[in-house]
Structures are given as structure tokens and as C-alpha cells.
């Protein structure tokens, strides 16, 4: 089974809409990562989230675009806001399991195209 | 901050030997890793190896770490056609309150049967 099962696998959304990921780890764990993989590019980390307070945004992306819920120690949840084509990209969440080294693992990632 | 940085792409023959390079960016990394990406899938962890080692193999896989030049490589032995995919380095960032795992720009591997 999927150490982390990540929801929607794909989507096509309307301009100005909101979509919301979810990401559910099988194990408790203090940090969760989401990332934007935009067409043909690396992946960019777009916050870190820690149960109990606020997300920690990188540079180039805010909350009010890309809200994140963490509400225990094993689901969070990313929504895109207010979508444009431009955020038509991969999605993955990620974090280190209980008992697997310093792997970071990730989700399947979720497939958004927005017309 | 400043970009992992990977050649774009690299193609092989079946059989032979792959190396793909990486040069990372932070000196206090304590892991780096190495993923693979095949089309349309998710992310695999193939390995990582801890800074204070040169050298780590894991049965196909030998990773080499150069810290003085902040250079990390992959080697694939006996390379297959199944190892086509998109190859990225990654290394562990201090985020203050948390470390983060930082991409490289990834690498195209083609292998020509």
C-alpha cells in the first residue's frame, strides 16, 4: 500500500476556480511539503507544513493563493486559488515516514490543467 | 537561493554505464539524494547518502560525493532501457525552523537499445 496516497490524480478546473489537494500519510509525521513541477521543470518547493501552525511559505508563493491546511499528524491539505492557466502544473506532497532513514517520500502527484 | 544544477540530457546505449553529475549548493548539506521520474509517474527515491561519506552502492547504483567541490554523481551499471526517466539530484537545505529537500534541474536519460 502507499506510504502517501495524494487525491486528486489528475484534474481540468475553469479559470478562476479553486481546487483542493489532499495528501494522507500512513504514519505520524511533524512535517509535510508541497510542490509545484510546472511542464517540462524541476520540482519547486512551495511550502512546509507543520501540524498546529501556519504554513511556511518560500519565496514566490503566498497563502492566499496557496492555502494549506494541517489539521493532524497525518493529512494536509493544499488548495490553488483563484486558478489561471499558469498554474497548470504537477502538485506532490511529500514527508519522511516513521521508519524509512532520511527518505523524503511523495505522493503520485496530482496532475492540474486549467482552461 | 541558488540553483542545484544538472546537464539537461544524456543518452547511452544499453549496456553501458551512465553517470550523471550534479553540483549542489549548501556545504552543511547532511543528505543528498538522487530521484527518478519516469513519464507520467511520481517520484521514486532511488538513494542518498549521508555527507560524511565518499562513496555509497546500492547493487546497480554507485553515488560519489566530491564535498570540497560540492559535486555529487550517479553511476548506473549495465544500463537498461527501463532506465530511461528524468533523474534529479536533491540536497537538504537549512530552512531555519526545518530543513527543506532542494531540486536539481534534472537530467534526461535516454538509453538506446
Known amino acids: 500500500s502507499a506510504v502517501i496516497s495524494q487525491k486528486p490524480s489528475r484534474d481540468i478546473c475553469q479559470r478562476g476556480t479553486s481546487l483542493t489537494i489532499q495528501c494522507q500519510v500512513d504514519s505520524q509525521v511533524t512535517m509535510m511539503f508541497w510542490y509545484r513541477q510546472q511542464p517540462g521543470q524541476s520540482l519547486t518547493l512551495i511550502a512546509t507544513a507543520n501540524q498546529g501552525s501556519e504554513a511556511t511559505y518560500e519565496s514566490g508563493f503566498v497563502i492566499d493563493k496557496f492555502p494549506i491546511s494541517r489539521p493532524n499528524l497525518t493529512f494536509s491539505t493544499l488548495t490553488v486559488s483563484n486558478m489561471s492557466p499558469e498554474d497548470s502544473s504537477i502538485y506532490l506532497c511529500s514527508a519522511v515516514p516513521p521508519g524509512r532513514g532520511y527518505g523524503y517520500t511523495f505522493g503520485s502527484g496530482t496532475r492540474l490543467t486549467v482552461v | 537561493g541558488e540553483d542545484v544544477e544538472q546537464s539537461l540530457f544524456l543518452s547511452v546505449r544499453e549496456g553501458d554505464s551512465s553517470v550523471i553529475n550534479c553540483t549542489y549548493t549548501?556545504?552543511?548539506?547532511?543528505?543528498l539524494y538522487w530521484y527518478k521520474q519516469e513519464p507520467g509517474a511520481g517520484l521514486q527515491l532511488l538513494t542518498y547518502i549521508f555527507s560524511n561519506m565518499d562513496m555509497k552502492q546500492d547493487q546497480r547504483l554507485t553515488v560519489l560525493l566530491n564535498k570540497k567541490d560540492k559535486h555529487l554523481s550517479l553511476r548506473i551499471a549495465d544500463t537498461q532501457t527501463g532506465d530511461s526517466a528524468i533523474y534529479f539530484c536533491a540536497e537538504i537545505r537549512d530552512g531555519g525552523a526545518t530543513n527543506k529537500l532542494i531540486f536539481g534541474t534534472g537530467t534526461l536519460l535516454a538509453v538506446q537499445p
Open positions: 549548501d556545504s552543511s548539506s547532511t543528505y
